[in-house]
């Protein structure tokens, strides 16, 4: 099954057309199913997001496509385990969360992917690919001294917009951690950006 996915030419979305939480909420229970069709628009969905998520949490692009399919299967395979009670997004990006920790403590060979920081949103259209390459060049460097958590907070905050509360459920883990990760997160940043994109933070 992901297999397929993977020759499937994803498109960007914009918010526009993405579908809110209820929507989203609807795939799973067509997954639950066995509709494979909502899984393929699930997908499409979600592996633009999770691709740029476990990019910067990983910084290896093997592992990223690994680590992506892996999360997917579990969707596929585990529906029944959305319950309701958070958002999609918080299961999807737990379970990719996850995954990619699992991911990181088998493989702990020297980072390969030195260009992450200047690949183009899959998401994004043109203007904001090259506003987004600018920012994330300025702060790749910043960001890739950063622990695999701090960077996890980092990239679900500024990236994903979600909550520390949110956030916190992904990670699994109290809200009062995620709060301090992203405080040494951001004084670290600060500190190494010496004024370039203060006002980002």
Not at 9 to 25: I, L, V
Request: hydrophobic share 35%; glycine share 4%.
């Amino acid at each position: 099954m992901l297999q397929r996915q993977n020759t499937v030419k994803s498109r960007p979305r914009t918010a526009a057309t993405s579908p809110g939480p209820a929507e989203e909420a609807r795939l799973i229970s067509r997954i639950a199913d066995g509709d494979g069709r909502a899984f393929d628009e699930l997908y499409r969905i979600y592996r633009p997001r999770l691709t740029r998520f476990l990019i910067n949490m990983t910084r290896r692009r093997q592992m990223t496509e690994e680590v992506l399919n892996d999360t997917m299967m579990v969707v596929w395979n585990r529906p029944h385990s959305f319950d309701g009670t958070s958002k999609v997004s918080t299961w999807v990006f737990a379970i990719a969360y996850r995954k990619a920790l699992k991911a990181l403590h088998r493989n702990q060979d020297p980072l390969e992917d030195k260009h992450a920081e200047t690949r183009p949103s899959l998401e994004a259209g043109p203007e904001q690919q090259v506003g987004d390459q600018q920012v994330r060049k300025v702060l790749w460097d910043a960001i890739s001294e950063l622990s695999a958590d701090h960077r996890a907070v980092v990239d679900l905050t500024y990236f994903h917009e979600n909550g520390y509360r949110e956030i916190a459920e992904i990670m699994n883990c109290p809200v009062d951690t995620i709060k301090t990760r992203m405080f040494h997160a951001r004084r670290h940043l600060k500190r190494k950006l010496a004024g370039q994109l203060v006002d980002w933070l």
